[in-house]
């Protein structure tokens, strides 16, 4: 099993609208959880940090269940400049070296 | 935020031949640099961690004479494909971490090095 499974998508969505991305990771141990942007042939960048009690950053709000093991990036409002592939990152400890990455989740905002 | 910096974005090489991959962190030192590898359609997964003056420290699976790491310096990390292979074909990203960061796990990204083994 995949240490970070996500939906690939594509999912695209008009102007305006909002889009939520899930993620689920296989180790329950799992102490720190991120997700990225990625644009087309570029290098990730962190969007946002996710931590338990829920997280916003203006249009972007992340969520963790550690119960079910599941994390959530809503998207208000979407923009032209949101189409991209968002991964989810997960890292076994707070200190940790390694971070496993989903495949990604393409999105595509349509005027 | 940081900036890290990799040399060169792309290349192509014949089969046999090594390929020396750069990774730089142009405004902060790192002590620790990380080096992926990403398949198309395929996440990122960690090759190595290049830890300054001392070995690098390799993923399972990962061979450590094919791939050579050396991180000579607080700002550079380098690493080598030798006698490369079609299969060694992949976009190769290095990212680094800044020595003493509050969000420790915080790791910034180089642009990445597509190469083609042909």
């Known amino acids: 099993r995949k240490e970070v499974e996500q939906d690939p998508g594509p999912f695209n969505v008009p102007e305006g609208a909002t889009v939520a991305f899930n993620c689920t990771y296989s180790?329950?141990?799992?102490?720190?959880f991120f997700w990225y942007r990625q644009d087309c042939r570029k290098e990730p960048k962190l969007l946002m940090s996710?931590?338990?009690s829920g997280n916003e950053d203006g249009r972007f709000t992340a969520q963790l269940n550690r119960a079910s093991q599941y994390i959530s990036l809503l998207i208000r409002d979407s923009k032209l400049s949101d189409s991209a592939t968002y991964l989810c990152?997960?890292?076994?400890?707070?200190?940790?070296?390694?971070?496993?990455f989903g495949t990604g989740t393409r999105l595509t905002v349509i005027p | 935020g940081a900036v890290v910096s990799q040399h060169p974005s792309r290349v192509i090489c014949k089969s046999g031949t090594s390929v020396k991959i750069e990774c730089r962190s142009l405004?902060?030192?790192?002590?620790?640099m990380f080096w992926y590898r990403q398949f198309p359609k395929q996440s990122l997964m960690l090759m190595a961690t290049?830890?300054?003056?001392?070995?690098?420290?390799?993923e399972q699976g990962v061979e450590k004479d094919k791939f050579l790491i050396n991180h000579a310096s607080l700002t550079l990390s380098t690493l080598t494909v030798t006698s490369a292979h079609p299969e060694d074909s992949s976009f190769y990203i290095c990212?680094?971490?800044?020595f003493g960061a509050g969000n420790f796990n915080e790791q910034f990204f180089g642009p990445g090095t597509r190469l083609t083994v042909l």
């Open positions: 405004d902060f030192q790192a002590t620790t």
């Open positions: 990212s680094a971490r800044i």
């Open positions: 290049s830890n300054e003056g001392s070995k690098a420290t390799y």
């Open positions: 996710v931590y338990s």
């Open positions: 180790n329950s141990a799992s102490q720190s």
């Open positions: 990152v997960v890292a076994r400890w707070a200190g940790a070296n390694n971070l496993f």
